[in-house]
């Protein structure tokens, strides 16, 4: 896989991961054609398309798009699945998943991904073992923070 | 705000990014993240030391703001100092942002690798994982020169935990794709493959993906991988749905391994050892058994991992292509798919079908299903379904069908999307020629393609059926009679007179006998189109005029009289008028013979390989035709062109990419005819290219929307423009700069327009000013020639530059509002007020920059005017001495297909189809 990107339907960048060596610019120039090409496609349409020497596989779940680029020899279905099985991580630990989720917890989206796909291939479909791994990072982190003062938060203090 | 939240939650952040969020514009939005950089700035700044925890906040901040599309320009230092902190968020936060903001700061790398190296020997899995993620995602080189040599080792040391395993196992495929030089095989790699075998199934997804890589370009090093991934997959494919556990995906064992592991291999030949063969043909067997199984499930993910499985052991079996009963079964596979009710299964079968259609085992059986693919063709909703079926149509193409499947994909061109137009018409002419039995048929749907989508063909189509028609002379009459009819249609198109032009010229005796084609009705109907036709085509007519006088020597005075008209022997164009005059010259000053021998009919072209082929291979890119098509081209476009009976040379071949016919490169000429070989050769070559010009440099349409940049640059001499336009005036300042430490004596310039004298002497590294005075007097489509002449040293340098003076300058922008603008629009309806284009995108296609070019024009771009927001329209007067021309653009960008349709319309013909010229070339 060269990158995967989850957008809204309003094109707003929610996700946006790389694994191929591009600029800033290229990557920015890369989603905005992506995006709108995606966004343009009619829903019964199927879920793949050539776009350069590349396929873009994607699918919409609720307000959000998820959407890969993967080389040519590929395999569109299993990359499909892919993106369903991303989505059920992101259900399960979140616990009903929506773009606000993404939103607000965007570091959370990319430590799933990190522990789902790494370097562009699948690491562990297995999805009690990248929840494990999830919730024992948490687990670790729970243990170092202490609770702190709404104001002392907002940087009031 | 979301009430989940998780893990730590840092308020501060959710704060701000609620904040975002709530912003009503852009504005509101960008000073809310400059109020927050300048506090985070401050904070990085203050004497106070900040804590962990705010470290990671901010850091965490700042990320948010870069993915938002924000530059980030500073934080970098904090975020590597988390990379050592002992609590795992602060390290994790920092990773992430080092992950997602690397630059190549060499310091900061230093650092970075630092870090990583202390927390992949800190034998904490956790913290290892976190490091190794981070470089699979920078996989820079300087990472690679860092740790390519000790991640095979964490990779395969025995007491390596098993995630750790497979963090390692990617993080090193990634290095290896980056760096392959940095990544040396030696004794790891034979205990990698093993890795095939492991207990653990999440090590083995993991590890497959690098194997696979690597087998990729080291096959025989690897090729034990074979019979462990054979043993593997077969486990998988006969293991219960409940085996694998959590490996089992919507029922289907192990479906992302099971992939891998048939893509692994078809890196290799069929497995040699009979046994581990017999047990793969067993596995294919299985899984195509279990596609006809009833689902397990009705939900779609279990039928997509089922058959991604499916497609993936199908591309196993076309690899091997030697297993005709796998193959057949198959393709019956796949055309149940065909009529499936998933599009995206349709999809696939018709994807994976054209490579079935080119194996000999599977042929016939794929062309079992021509009519569900004309079917699909012509109705699915989705164009890159249709795409793929008139791909297929094309793989599953051979003489018995061709005449329907020709039949079928020129009935879709009348309809097709404007994306695929150039292929489908590219494919066409392949099949036609390729397939052509009789040859009034191939010239029959050549000029039906051009008819249909006369745009769409490009040179190398329509200089085909000329080569072609030429080396047969069983089709020749039949070529110049339906080329006649077909210029008989009131408006034909452009490539369709070009091809006309040529066979008349050549064979229009063939039919001359017909008081109804006569020679003069002949001639008559060619000149009829003359003025319509851009300057090539002008110039293949003049000759096509020429061996008409040779031809019928009855028509010599009524072809006289039109060389001799001022358009012709005056013509600004110097192509056409040198052209004029030679030919009128010709015809006048020598014998029949001598014209008989000069305008000799064309021999026979040389004998070679079609390059429509190479160009459709060019544009599908590698592996779009296989090895297997070209080789077949190359054969049976031999017997079509049969040149060789007609005494071509075909040892003279050049490379097949370079030009199609070789009409550039000359035909091979006989001591007979030599001038007639050149003069027609010329008849291809570029427009307004003279051999007496030394140099047309700089590309002038560079400057059609900018006044102002570099106009020539050598090792000698710059020249830079300015230019000012008013009404319809301008004024022109060249800047002619010495490059070098030598002075140029006697410089002049000379223009075919007059000019003040410049200064005739530049000393070195001096520049000198030109200033030209222009008046635009009526609309005109050559530009001023520009002659520069100085001595360098000893030397004569001579050079000539066409200026940068197009009729767009002289606009005067109109606004107006929608409703005048269809108004007028509607009034400018005449055909030939109209001229449109449509062309490839030759760059992005960014609105800003489309409209910084429209309005570089001259034209008022206006806004919500056209109904379509992605559209652009323009409104403008060209303002000449002799009249003002009103003109209406309208520019419809297609992002999918990355091209451009351009409509002009303008109460002046040659304005319209000048402008569209100008503009095409613009985007």
Known sequence: MQFMLLFSRQGKLRLQKWYVPLSDTQKKKISREVIQIVLARKPKMCSFLEWRDLKIVYKRYASLYFCCAVEDQENELITLEIIHRYVELLDKYFGSVCELDIIFNFEKAYYILDEFILGGEAQETSKKNVLKAIEQADMLQEEAETPRSVLEEIGLT | ?923
């Open chain 2, 1 to 923: 705000m979301p009430a989940v939240s998780k893990g730590d939650g840092m308020r501060g952040l959710a704060v701000f990014i609620s904040d975002i969020r709530n912003c009503k514009s852009k504005e509101a939005e960008i000073k809310r993240i400059n109020k927050e950089l300048a506090n985070i700035r401050s904070k990085f700044k203050g004497d106070k030391a900040l804590d962990g925890y705010s470290k990671k906040k901010y850091v965490c901040k700042l990320l948010f703001i870069f993915l938002l599309g924000h530059d980030i320009d500073f934080g970098h230092m904090e975020a590597v100092n988390l990379l050592s902190s002992n609590k795992y968020t602060e390290k994790q936060i920092g990773y992430l942002f080092i992950s997602v903001l690397v630059n190549s700061n060499s310091e900061l790398i230093r650092l970075i690798n630092n870090a990583i190296k202390n927390d992949l020997s800190s034998r904490n899995p956790t913290f290892m994982c976190l490091a190794l993620h981070c470089i699979a995602n920078v996989g820079s080189r300087e990472m690679a020169e860092a740790f390519a040599g000790e991640i095979p080792r964490i990779l395969v040391a025995g007491d390596t935990m098993d995630s750790v395993k497979q963090s390692a196992a990617l993080c090193l495929l990634r290095l290896y794709k980056t760096s392959p030089d940095l990544v040396l095989m030696g004794e790891w790699t034979s205990r990698v493959v093993h890795l095939l075998n492991d207990q653990h199934m999440g090590v083995v997804t993991a590890a497959i993906s690098l194997i696979t890589c690597l087998s990729q370009k080291n096959p025989d090093e690897f090729k034990t991988c074979v019979s462990l991934a054979v043993s593997r997959l077969s486990r998988i494919v006969s293991s219960a749905s409940t085996d694998l556990q959590d490996y089992t995906y919507y029922f289907v064992p192990a479906p992302w391994l099971s992939c891998k592991l048939l893509r692994l291999l078809q890196c290799y030949p069929p497995p040699e050892d009979g046994a581990v063969k017999g047990r793969l043909v067993e596995c294919l067997e299985t899984i195509l058994n279990k596609a006809q199984e009833p689902p397990k499930s009705k939900k779609v993910q279990h039928s997509n991992a089922k058959n991604a499985i499916l497609f993936e052991a199908i591309s196993l079996i076309i690899h091997y292509d030697s297993e005709p009963n796998l193959l057949v079964r198959a393709c019956n596979q796949l055309g149940q798919f065909l009529q499936h009710r998933e599009t995206n299964l349709r999809y696939l079968a018709l994807e994976s079908m054209c490579t079935l259609a080119s194996s000999e085992f599977s042929h016939e059986a794929v062309k079992t299903h021509i009519e569900t693919v004309i079917n699909a063709l012509k109705t699915e909703r989705d164009v890159s379904v249709r795409q793929r079926a008139a791909d297929l149509l094309y793989a599953m193409c051979d003489r018995s069908n061709a005449k329907q499947i020709v039949a079928e994909m020129l009935s879709y061109l009348e309809t097709a999307d404007y994306s695929i137009r150039e292929e489908m018409v590219l494919k066409v002419a392949i099949l036609a020629e390729k397939y052509a039995v009789d040859y009034s048929w191939y010239v029959d749907t050549i000029l039906n393609l051009i008819r249909i989508a006369g745009d769409y063909v490009s040179e190398e189509v329509w200089y085909r059926v000329i080569q072609i028609v030429i080396n047969r002379d069983d089709v020749q009459g039949y070529a110049a009679k339906t080329v006649f009819e077909a210029l008989q249609a009131p408006a034909c198109h452009e490539n369709m007179v070009k091809v006309g032009g040529y066979i008349l010229g050549e064979f229009g005796n063939l039919i001359a006998g017909d008081p109804r084609s006569s020679p003069l009705v002949q001639f008559n109907l060619l000149h009829s189109k003359f003025h319509l036709c851009s300057v090539p085509t002008r110039a293949l007519l003049l000759s096509a005029y020429i061996k008409f006088i040779n031809l019928f020597p009855e028509t010599k005075s009524t072809i006289q009289e039109v060389l001799r008209s001022d358009s012709q022997i005056r013509n600004s164009d110097v192509e056409l008028q040198q052209r004029a005059v030679e030919y009128l010259k010709l015809s006048s000053i020598a014998s029949t013979d001598v014209l008989a021998t000069v305008l000799e009919e064309m021999p026979p072209f040389p004998e070679r390989e079609s390059s429509i082929l190479a160009k459709l291979k060019k544009k599908k890119g590698p592996g779009a035709v296989s090895v297997n098509e070209l080789e077949e081209g190359k054969r049976e476009g031999g017997e079509l062109n049969g040149g060789g009976e007609r005494g071509g040379d075909s040892s003279s071949t050049p490379s097949p990419s370079a030009d199609l016919l070789g009409l550039r490169a000359g035909p091979p000429v006989t001591a007979a005819a030599p001038s007639a070989g050149s003069l027609l050769v010329d008849v291809f070559s570029e427009a307004g290219v003279n051999d007496d010009v030394p140099f047309l440099a700089v590309p002038a349409c560079l400057f059609v929307c900018k006044n102002n940049g570099v106009l020539f640059e050598n090792q000698l001499l710059q020249i830079g423009i300015k230019s000012e336009y008013r009404q319809n005036l301008g004024r022109m300042y060249l800047f002619y700069g010495n490059k070098t430490s030598v002075q140029f004596v006697t410089f002049t310039t000379t223009l075919n327009v007059q000019a003040k004298p410049v200064e005739p002497l530049i000393e070195g590294g001096a520049q000198v000013q030109q200033v030209i005075n222009i008046e635009c007097l009526t609309d005109f489509s050559d530009a001023p020639l520009l002659n520069i002449k100085f001595r360098y040293g000893g030397a004569l340098q001579n050079l000539t530059l066409k200026l940068p003076v197009t009729i767009n300058k002289f606009f005067q922008p109109t606004e107006m509002a929608s409703h005048d603008f269809f108004q007028r629009w509607k009034q400018l309806s005449l055909p030939q007020q109209e001229a449109q284009k449509i062309f490839k995108a030759n760059h992005a296609m960014d609105t800003e920059v489309l409209k910084a070019k429209l309005l570089g024009l001259g034209m008022a771009l206006l806004e919500n005017v056209d109904p379509n927001p992605e559209n652009f329209v323009c409104a403008g007067v060209i303002q000449t001495k002799a009249q003002q021309v009103g003109s209406l653009l309208r520019l419809e960008p297609n992002a999918q297909a990355q091209m451009y349709r351009l409509t002009v319309r303008s109460s002046k013909d040659t304005v319209s189809k000048r402008l569209c010229e100008l503009l095409a070339e613009q985007f």
